[in-house]
């Protein structure tokens, strides 16, 4: 049997803040980071709340010891340096310098916050040099390569980019590694920066909410986009155990199917999210009523709250574990949603809390069951199980256990 | 990792006849203007007239290589769906984008927004080939077709029973993008035509290309033309770690560089990479072929795919083409 792949780091920034502490705390007073726009220039930033974070550019620049103005970093860039700079207080970064180690980055549209504020003016002849700076950003891997030469490491690296189950397929890939012996260990995880572009997207498919959002609630009316980096430090068991790392959690099961239905929408009686779940707890060697909670993709779409209620309530019964969603507390944050939410699900086991499903109201009337509304301590939590779908069919489950 | 993924099919639609491959380089398809752009096939054989009205020509393309290389394996419904793209559909980006600043972000369509989304490709065929097993997607500059190669690898290394995973890669050039690659030079600035390409090695700069690649893979050397061995990925090597990283890989393999027959090389006539590709013939022994492939295919994240898919089509055919 392969070697447990154990997390013993963490870094994170979203719109509740950056690092543990600005995240446990709101969730445990039920306290939402949407919030009206402050920082993205869209035509909609009056009619729209999102889970911005509330720090400008040259905000997250200082954070992290950079000149201020065109440093020629995104803020995809500048989101994953402050996640990442985070993580490296607890690490010391000589372990990912230490050959063989791998750097597991995902995202959606790359510096796209930037290009689509000078995209017009990068075509045109004689493009101002402030710009020529980040010309080339328009890609996924631009905040992966930013971020390693930032710290100079040499890793095996990848971008992943499977929409919103981007970076729980970071984490997947990063155990996998280490679990062949490919590397010892993997910093995994992924970032996106809001853009107009993406809230346009998601506008035009009229999947947006312009009040902060409702999972699992028969009147939820679609999501509210938020930004977020996130990245974990993923290492085999023995290898956290010969250098006394502090173990956080077990990554003990993860899956990784794909819908086959629709380019955008899940199979409305849930069958893909139903068997990704199924098999991440079938790898983990656990039943249903093994996991103490549930932590949803409940994006508060018509079609994923209803997909992947149904695919719950399928996998566990009318009488599942406690589940919710974090999306009222961040957005959702495309493709850093899978890592922030690990990330949460490993701090509720921690913490034995279930985090609150904000905003519930309701009952959907095609389930028996329902999140779990407000906070629950002192509960047992042993195992917890985080979901993300994305569009192209895209699902991952990972299950993570107490060490 | 040494699993051995075993090549039993290959598809390739690029700037010249590699998808009906028996014309290959029959004629040989050049440009003057330092951008080959691929023959677009006959997309409505795979695709039904109802889903092409709006696919983009980035979705059609990669949809139809990755069926007819399904097609070519005899493979109905592949174990795992592998992709790698740098860039994905840039035609829908840039669409998406440009509609978003001139319309004032009011009444778009979304269909470009979704097929830009990097993992179109592998959800669409995952839909045809009802596939709801593995499925990912690459996104990494250079290394993204040799992710989802090494991902197929790392998969039939696990326990399980997959055994035919379709695993490739694709990207697209348009004008606005060489446009932006021009800008920070990328390409030549006197630009020969694409068959001497080669013959301006003294100058920096490549030419632009595009091309989608796919090939379905096997820990089952049944049907095999030929196999991948290793894969190493190197962050901007010196010519020492190049020459060292190549010894290795043919050490792991009880192979030394004299016992090279066919080096495929994808040396692009920038004058910046001689210092990486010169020592690297240097070494390797007078009898070895070398084959260039980037004065046909065009430089791009993921043109090593056309070195591969050639790789393949010598050994299947036995004869290394002129080029």
């Keep these: 049997m392969a070697e447990r792949v154990v997390v013993t780091g963490i870094g994170i920034i979203s719109a509740l803040g950056r ?11 039920s306290q939402g980071g949407i919030h009206a726009i402050t920082h993205l220039r869209s035509v909609h930033a009056p009619e729209f709340v999102l889970g911005e974070i509330n720090m400008s550019n040259d905000d997250l620049a200082k954070l992290i010891g950079l000149p201020t103005g065109d440093n020629g970093y995104t803020r995809t860039t500048l989101l994953s340096l402050a996640a990442m700079s985070e993580l490296l207080n607890d690490v010391d970064i000589s372990l990912l310098r230490e050959e063989p180690f791998a750097f597991i980055n995902a995202n959606t549209v790359g510096g796209m916050s930037k290009m689509e504020d000078i995209y017009m003016d990068v075509l045109a002849p004689g493009t101002r040099p402030e710009n020529i ?11 992966t390569e930013n971020v390693r030469r930032h710290y100079g490491l040499k890793p095996l690296m990848a971008t992943i980019s499977t929409a919103c189950s981007s970076s729980s397929n970071s984490l997947m890939l990063g155990a996998r590694m280490i679990k062949s012996g490919m590397v010892k260990r993997a910093v995994c995880g992924g970032s996106d920066a809001l853009s107009r572009f993406t809230l346009n997207g998601f506008y035009s498919l009229k999947n947006v909410d312009k009040k902060p959002c409702k999972p699992f609630d028969q009147n939820r ?3 509210n986009i938020g930004e977020a980096a996130g990245f974990c430090l993923l290492e085999s068991e023995p290898a956290a155990i010969a250098r006394g790392a502090k173990i956080i959690a077990v990554l003990t099961g993860y899956a ?4 086959a239905y629709h380019p ?14 199924k098999q991440a707890l079938e790898m983990a060697s656990l039943q249903p009523g093994d996991i103490g909670y549930i932590n949803a993709h409940g994006t508060a779409t018509i ?15 009318t009488q599942p574990p406690p589940f919710s ?5 961040t957005g959702h944050t495309l493709a850093a949603a899978g890592i922030i939410e690990a990330i949460f699900s490993m701090w509720a086991m921690e913490q034995q809390m279930v985090i609150p499903n904000l905003n519930f109201e309701t009952q959907m009337e095609e389930l028996d069951i329902s999140p779990a509304p407000s906070l629950i301590e002192n509960v047992l939590i042993n195992h917890v199980l985080s979901n993300s779908f994305g569009f192209g069919g895209s699902n991952v489950s990972l299950v993570f256990s107490k060490p | 990792m040494t699993q051995p993924l075993y090549i039993i099919s290959a598809c390739t639609i690029s700037p010249q006849h590699t998808y009906d491959e028996e014309h290959f380089l029959d004629p040989a398809m050049t440009a003057d203007d330092g951008q080959l752009y691929v023959i677009d096939p006959d997309y409505t054989r795979y695709i039904s007239p109802v889903a092409i009205r709006r696919m983009s020509r980035m979705l059609k393309r990669g949809i139809t290589a990755g069926m007819k290389c399904l097609e070519d394996a005899g493979v109905t419904t592949p174990d795992a769906i592998i992709i790698g793209t740098a860039r994905g559909s840039v035609t829908d980006m840039e669409n998406f984008m440009k509609d978003m600043i001139k319309m004032e972000e009011q009444a778009l369509n979304p269909t470009s927004f979704i097929q830009s989304t990097y993992n179109s490709v592998n959800g669409w065929i995952a839909m045809m080939t009802k596939c709801t097993a593995y499925n990912q997607t690459y996104v990494h500059r250079g290394f993204s077709l040799e992710l989802s190669l090494l991902d197929a690898q790392l998969l039939l290394s696990e326990p399980g029973d997959k055994k035919y995973l379709l695993t490739g890669g694709f990207d697209e050039l348009t004008s606005e993008y060489f446009i932006i690659r021009e800008k920070i030079d990328y390409y030549k600035k006197d630009i020969p035509p694409s068959p001497e390409l080669l013959a301006h090695y003294d100058t920096p700069g490549t030419i632009a290309g595009e091309g989608a690649h796919f090939f379905t893979v096997s820990n089952d050397p049944g049907k095999a033309v030929c196999a991948i061995h290793n894969i190493a990925m190197l962050q901007q090597p010196s010519a020492k770690e190049l020459l060292d990283a190549t010894a290795d890989v043919l050490s792991q393999n009880r192979l030394k560089i004299e016992d090279i027959d066919i080096l495929v090389c994808g040396m692009n006539g920038d004058s910046r990479n001689r210092f990486l590709i010169d020592p690297l013939i240097a070494n390797c022994a007078a009898s070895t072929t070398i084959v260039s492939f980037k004065q046909l295919s065009g430089e791009y994240d993921t043109a090593s795919g056309f070195g591969l898919w050639l790789t393949n089509y010598i050994c299947k055919h036995n004869y290394v083409p002129p080029a």
């Design chain 1, 19 to 29: 690092g543990k502490n600005a995240h446990i705390g709101p969730m445990r007073r």
């Design chain 1, 325 to 329: 969603s974090t999306k009222p507390f």
């Design chain 1, 303 to 317: 079609n994923n709250d209803l997909a992947e209620g149904r695919a719950i309530q399928k996998l566990f019964g």
């Design chain 1, 221 to 223: 009316g679609g999501l």
């Design chain 1, 264 to 277: 955008t929408a899940p199979s409305p009686n849930g069958d893909g999210a139903y068997l990704t779940m």
């Design chain 1, 256 to 259: 990784n199917t794909n819908d």
């Design chain 1, 133 to 143: 700076k980040y010309i080339d950003t328009l890609d996924c891997a631009e905040s």
